[in-house]
């Protein structure tokens, strides 16, 4: 079992940063794969990135490739999200998920625990 929490989201200007953060409790933290996704109001959760559990390899869609980095520290049992030059189309609810299979980590089904989210605004 897995437990997830998210922090770090707000209210940014666009071209700002933000840096988002997962902490996850129970154990063998660094064997599962990390994914972000998120979910605009009236739209479908989308895929945004993911890393493997030794952070060996990453995932990122087309969409913030370039501008977002996703990395962990397995020490901390904590996953990030470093977002910049933001848009105000990046504007959502961000959520992390565990899940064990990389093949499968831009879809849902590819994860079994899903954090509650954090609300990321971008103003223009």
């Known amino acids: 079992q897995v437990q997830l929490v998210e922090s770090g989201g707000g209210l940014v200007q666009a071209g700002g940063s933000l840096r988002l953060s997962c902490a996850a409790s129970?154990?063998?933290?660094?064997?599962?794969?990390v994914g972000w996704f998120r979910q605009a109001p009236g739209t479908e959760r989308e895929f945004v990135a993911a890393?493997?559990?030794?952070?060996?390899?990453?995932s990122y869609a087309d969409s913030v490739k370039g501008r977002f980095t996703i990395s962990r520290d397995n020490a901390k049992n904590t996953v990030y999200l470093q977002m910049s030059s933001l848009k105000p189309e990046d504007t959502a609810v961000y959520f992390c998920?565990?899940?064990?299979?990389?093949?499968?980590?831009?879809?849902?089904?590819?994860?079994?625990?899903w954090g509650q989210g954090t609300q990321v605004t971008v103003s223009s």
């Open positions: 998920a565990a899940g064990g299979i990389f093949k499968l980590a831009r879809e849902n089904r590819g994860y079994d625990y």
């Open positions: 129970g154990r063998a933290f660094s064997t599962y794969v």
């Open positions: 890393i493997t559990g030794r952070g060996s390899t990453t």
